[in-house]
């Protein structure tokens, strides 16, 4: 059984402050107040300074928080051509990232076997190791289908989590109700910071049972699904490559790669080297790269082996639900909805996906 | 799924991206375009199979995967040391070809899944078939590895030969050596691909005219004792294979090295994935039947 106990916003403010006296603290923002329809910004990560930097949102960033963990840019190695050397450069500062959704921290969880798996990747490793993550409730939008691939609830991969709880009367009947979190956690290291910067008191029974309403509301709010068991579609997708579907929406495709920019488990980089303006001392460095730009699979002399959009579609969304599943025994795609929330064409990844379903069981009725 | 706790770097584990110094102990120009360098192991006990590739790569240039030229098992060198050929194709490449003799090459590596030429892998193994060697290009690279440790346990393998294709006569890979080779037991055909009209590269040649698919056919093979390799530009592997199956060849007997985009050689940067597999893991080297079911493999 889970344990949970009761944080207060008083408390958790102290949380907060503890944690950004001692650590870089990352979490959710809101971000470029103009541009957003609403007038209150985007939900996106960003850097927390004070707690009043930190807006936990109930639906997901736009850009995802693997940036924490696996930067755009990282440096690989430092080297000095006239000294002839090459130095290893692995760079990890103890850092917390609130704010992680379900979805989010599975995505974590996912990373963690890539880099992990064969050889360690320490650049990726030794940055996970120093990184505190606290998760967050969450209700989905209308991209939104972690429901459908298992992904909706986590009781690993994070140190601490946070359920928000609101109108717990105090105690002598006076006075506003006191919102604040259920708190549970999964790891000592979390279990210490929480003792050490915030007193937790015991949770009651009406806030468990406030919990689970939301949670049994959250279940019922999804609108996005997946039209079969998510065990089932390596099978389905393995089966798809010769549908009509990667024609179609590879005909619309921009190829402009915003789509693994965004997902949280796109971890494909390009390595290459950068020199300072000397000329002597440079930087090999790896920066993000997309299976679905142009010349992602290019080989000297100029063959393509997915020359089209539709053949670099297919090869992303296969990586999300076949490809990888054998060697990580896990789908990879979490149901965030990032890339679809993000395609300037509305390419969306649980329609797609349910269109292959449905070709593949008409199909299996012939 | 993993909490953290599990995937903490193990102590002493290092970076995957840090290169080691070679000394470069000989450069010879084997045509306009291709240079062989011979690389000093520095005292590091390098082993290899045949099909295995190097990262190699210069500060400032980056680094790129380049096939083992060498042999391996009883045609090593005694003293480590290996050649790599390198044809100069941009930027890296070119600048490879500026450097010379006692200057320093920067490499990580072996990677890759070779040549099972003893059976110990997965694979069936090459030892007591007839082999058939097909090259087409710069894909004669990682054959010669092959070839040489082949030759270096002759009396192993059955009936031995190699078609050759390329473009010009100028640019035949190795053309001496394969004189040796040739003494050694191994029959080997030579083909030019036929000119493009109002062009004429033939420079003076006399051997065969035609891809490498067009010498297959009058082949003698004996498809239960055979096992073909075919290493290549992309276009011919389709065409390549097809041959084979007119020969009867089946799918477990016919390996190919394939070529892919990498930027790691240790199994995360993604380019070189084909369906649920690595080239730079599983491959480059890998029997046709285990490609089944993969749109973009060949
Ligand atoms: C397993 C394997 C073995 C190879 N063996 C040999 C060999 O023995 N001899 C030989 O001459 N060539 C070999 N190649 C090809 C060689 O790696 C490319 O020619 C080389 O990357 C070209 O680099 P460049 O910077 O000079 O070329 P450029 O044309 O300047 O490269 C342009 C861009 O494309 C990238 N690129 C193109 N092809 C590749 C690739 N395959 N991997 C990574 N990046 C690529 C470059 O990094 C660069 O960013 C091999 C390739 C593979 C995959
Ligand atoms: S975000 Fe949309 S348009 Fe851009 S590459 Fe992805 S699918 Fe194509
Ligand atoms: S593929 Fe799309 S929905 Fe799935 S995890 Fe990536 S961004 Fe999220």
Partial sequence: MEKFSFLSNKEFRKLVEGLTGSFTVYGTVRKDARLSAAGDGFPAYGRISCFEDLVLGLTPTHLSAKEFLFPQRETLLKFDIEKMTHAAVVEAVDQVIIGLHPCDIHAVGLMDRVFAYGKPDVNYLARRAKTVIIGTDCMPDRFCFCKSVDTMNVDAGFDIFLHRVKGVEPPQGAGPPQNGFLVRTATDRGKTILSKYAKAKKASLKQLDEIAAFEKKREDSFTAHIDAPAGQLPEIYSKSDESPVWERIGAICYGCGSCNNVCPTCYCFDVKDEMKSNLNEGERVRVWDGCTLEDFAKVTGGHNFRRTRSDRLRHRFNRKFNYLTGRFGALFCVGCGRCSRTCLVQINISEVTNELIREYNAKKRQ | MNSYGNTMPKSGSSSSYLPVPLLIERVARLTEKERLFKLSANGRAFTFDPGQFFMAGLPGYGEAPFSIASGSGKAAEADGSFELCIKAVGNLTNAIHRLKKGDTL????????????????????????????????????????LIKTILGDRESFGALTLVYGFKDPEGILFAGEMED??????????????????????????????????????????????????????????????????????????????????????????????????????????????????????
């Avoid at chain 2, 007839?130 to 090259?135: E, K, R, S, V």
């Avoid at chain 2, 016919?254 to 893991?281: F, T």
């Fill in chain 2, 181 to 298: 080779w040739k003494a050694s037991g191994m029959a080997a055909l030579l083909t030019v691909d036929k000119p493009a009209p109002g062009l004429s590269p033939l420079k003076g040649w006399k051997g065969h005219v035609g891809v490498v698919t067009t010498v297959i056919p009058g082949l003698e093979i004996n498809p239960s004792k055979t096992v073909a390799v075919i290493i290549g530009p992309p276009v011919m592997y389709r065409f390549a294979i097809k041959s084979l199956w007119d020969k009867n060849i089946a799918r477990d007997d016919i390996y190919l090295s394939l070529e892919r985009r990498m930027k790691c050689g240790v199994g995360k940067c993604g380019h070189c994935q084909i369906g649920g597999i690595y080239a730079c893991q599983e491959g480059p080297v890998f029997k046709l039947s285990e490609l089944k079911d993969m749109p973009d493999a060949l």
């Fill in chain 2, 106 to 145: 920067w490499v990580r590596g072996p990677f890759g899944r070779g040549f099972d030429v003893n059976g110990s892998s997965p694979l069936r193994g090459m030892k007591g078939r007839d082999i058939l060697f097909i090259a087409g290009g710069i894909g004669i690279v990682p054959m010669r590895g």
